[in-house]
């Protein structure tokens, strides 16, 4: 037997112990027990290499006399048993599976409906409209369901679509919600040469949103709706006459459920477009001199929803094919886009200060994930007790200033804005989704939807590929792709490549969500 004396650090105070080299680590988590009353299921003792094991010999940690370790771990009851019953993957029923699992599922093509595919599965994105749509189902009624004719069986086939889909991890046949849409717009039920005709996602998207609003406004008229609430955003609106300043500028509001990028041949950046399509010059008549003449429309942002949609406008009617043509020029798009600028003075001063605060607790957190990567390297060092001891202390830092920023963030938010549910607090906006278009015509090519994992899932699919030892790139975000019942993961590049310059991807419609506090 060989007994050495070590120290144990834990929550600021340090444990005299006298550790036999012959046991196993879970002889020590026991002693340490007895000394915190920490259990030993919730120690994480840092030693050489990771953390303790229970089954790891002592004997090959190369411990010294007197070398300090450090514990991580908090006393408190021990987990309870589960109140569910284990399930095994054998005995689960399709539903479970699919729950367990955690994987979408694909759209079957039901012969060129790629377009509505891809919009389906971009709008299922935001689950507020599927807890909606769950609710619309006890709040209609029959006279309701009957004034409102085919949109309700329209809103009443989406919700039923997205129910399914939760239930089932084979490919799902939207063929009744098709066929609903086709009623209720005959322009999706098109035929040439005996075949139905590719469609325009972006005129699937605004035909399904605009049905929607209306069931859901329908079904509950005391409360905003899913649409209005979380995806509808305001403009003020400007029309001055460029040609006499006897002309009286005009002003109004006006309600916006996309904002849209105009692309022309000095269009590079998505910003471009946007502020090209808030500030237009048109021909109309003009009172004060009698014929037509030159105004600038200007708008300005009033109100910002939760999900911004952004379409590129990339089609264009051509006489001479009698067709929609496609503007193939690249533009590139951000995956966190600032839209303070393009707001009213009075709303930009609201989210400027939110949006700078959330920028430094944003680094705040960076600097402790890189913190916590620099103290596991440090722990191969055969000097671990010590340099892991000031990385503790400097964790406990970082979390003071995390915790303080946190604070002035939530304080910075005005408070006409806390009261807007469904409105964004800040300006700033992550990409979760892009529905992207290939080919060089509307109505052909092929549509599909793209989709953000969140961290974690995208942390966990990065430690299966370092797994099977495919590593050897550097790790990035993942996101699924629908490309129509087929579902597969890629990296963000093949994301940043959709900027458009050809006839491959290139983004129609993009899908933000607003960074809340």
Not at 164 to 175: A, G, I, R
Not at 251 to 256: A, C, K, L, N
């Amino acid at each position: 037997m060989t007994v050495i004396p070590i120290v144990i650090r834990h929550s600021g105070k340090k444990y005299d112990v006298e550790v036999d080299l012959d046991e196993p680590g879970e002889v020590l988590k026991f002693q340490l027990y007895s000394l915190t009353g920490v259990d030993p299921d919730r120690q994480k003792i840092l030693v050489k290499g990771g953390q303790l094991k229970n089954d790891t010999d002592l004997n090959t940690l190369g411990l010294k006399p007197n070398q300090t370790l450090m514990m991580l771990g908090t006393a408190g009851d021990l987990p309870k048993e589960p109140a569910t019953k284990m399930t095994f993957v054998e005995d689960m029923t399709d539903q479970q599976l699919a729950q367990a699992l955690k994987t979408p599922i694909g759209l079957v093509n039901l012969g060129n409906t790629c377009y509505l595919n891809s919009t389906l599965q971009c709008l299922r994105l935001m689950p507020e409209l599927g807890e909606e749509l769950n609710n619309f189902e006890s709040s209609t009624n029959g006279a309701t369901s009957i004034a409102l004719g085919g949109q309700s069986t329209l809103t009443k086939s989406l919700r039923d679509v997205y129910r399914d889909m939760k239930q089932q991890t084979l490919p799902y046949y939207p063929l009744s919600f098709l066929q609903t849409l086709r009623l209720v717009f005959p322009q999706f039920a098109e035929q040439e040469e005996g075949r139905y005709k590719q469609q325009d996602a972006e005129e699937a998207w605004s035909q399904i949103l605009s049905v929607v609003n209306a069931s859901l406004k329908q079904s509950s008229p005391s409360a905003q709706s899913f649409v209005d609430k979380y995806m509808t955003g305001t403009f003020s609106t400007s029309m001055k006459c460029l040609e006499s300043d006897d002309e009286p500028v005009v002003t109004g509001t006006e309600r916006f459920l996309k904002l849209d990028c105009h692309i022309t041949g000095e269009t590079n950046f998505l910003k471009n477009g946007l502020e090209a399509a808030l500030k237009e010059t048109i021909e109309k008549n003009s009172e004060a001199l009698g014929r037509n003449a030159q105004f600038q429309l200007e708008k300005k942002i009033t109100r910002l929803p939760k999900y911004l949609t952004v379409h590129f406008m990339r089609f264009y009617w051509r006489r001479d094919t009698r067709k929609k043509s496609k503007i193939l020029r690249k533009v590139t798009f951000p995956f966190e886009l600032d839209v303070s600028d393009l707001c009213e003075d009075e709303l930009r001063a609201k989210l400027v200060n939110v949006r700078d605060k959330v920028r430094e607790l944003r680094k705040a957190k960076e600097e402790k994930v890189r913190a916590a990567k620099r103290a596991r390297t440090i722990l191969a060092d055969d000097n671990v007790s010590e340099d892991v001891g000031a990385g503790a202390g400097a964790g406990e830092k970082k979390e003071d200033e995390i915790a303080k920023l946190q604070a002035e963030v939530d304080a910075a938010v005005d408070p006409s804005l806390k009261t807007d549910e469904g409105s964004s607090v800040t300006g700033l906006y992550e990409l979760i989704g892009v529905i992207s278009h290939q080919g060089k015509s509307a109505d052909s090519g092929h549509y599909q939807c793209w989709s953000k994992l969140d961290s974690e899932a995208s942390a966990s699919v990065g430690k299966e590929i370092r797994a099977v030892g495919t590593s050897s790139q550097k790790e990035e975000p993942k996101w699924w792709r629908f490309n129509d019942d087929k579902v597969t993961i890629v990296d963000q590049s093949k994301i940043e490549a959709m900027a458009g310059g050809g006839e491959s991807d290139s983004a129609l419609i993009l899908l933000y969500r607003s960074v809340q506090v």
